[in-house]
């Protein structure tokens, strides 16, 4: 039982190759290019005005030194948004289940944030580590402890973007079965708990497009702290 239910987060294979790099491919085949004519289609009118839009909500935490980054939190923002909205369709794979994939996008982006921060600030990215006006008696407690959350924050990023996906198809796999399992008792029951596995996929959608605007925006916040 557990591990078929669990076999569904497995990384896919064919002939012994994983298919997790193709499952991250296919969905951007699904977004509108812009043509070659002056005027663009109202599919490209409406992608350039979603990416704006989310450019838009990177650039909020940042300043104007953090520009160069925006379009690189804005596509990390689309892509996890798509890989999570993808992955709740049926015979379909989600990548973002996988911690191994949430730790590889966390820990660099993390990194490259203290590394600039350090590069180019060291004295004010120092004194994060201690807070002004504490005891000195506190002093060394306080900066390990600043030292320890600091170096939480990329497995945070990570486990709370696999446990949530994690959590919501597992949930929506149990209410699924107990929907075909109900319909040879009661039809009743079955069409109530249909109508909750309804509303509780569209409440995974929303989960799955904040839980990519979450990643991104957290990034940029640590990001905004070491500029």
Sequence with gaps: M???????????????????????????????????????TRSEMLMSQLTNTLMGQVMQPLDKKGVSWAVLFSSLMLMLMTLNVIGLFPYTFTPTTQLSMNLGLAVPLWLGTVIYGFRNHPTI???????????????PVLVVVETLSIFMRPLALGLRLTANLTAGHLLMHLISSAVLGLMELSGVLSVITLVLLVFLTMLEIAVALIQGYVFAILVTLYLDENL
């Design 2 to 40: 557990v591990g078929s239910l669990f076999s569904q987060f497995d990384s896919p294979w064919l002939f012994n190759i994983p298919l997790v790099i193709l499952a991250m491919l296919i969905p951007w085949k699904l977004f509108i290019t812009s043509g070659s004519g002056w005027v663009g």
């Design 125 to 139: 990215a120092l004194a994060h580590l201690c807070p002004e006006g504490a005891p000195n008696l506190l002093v």
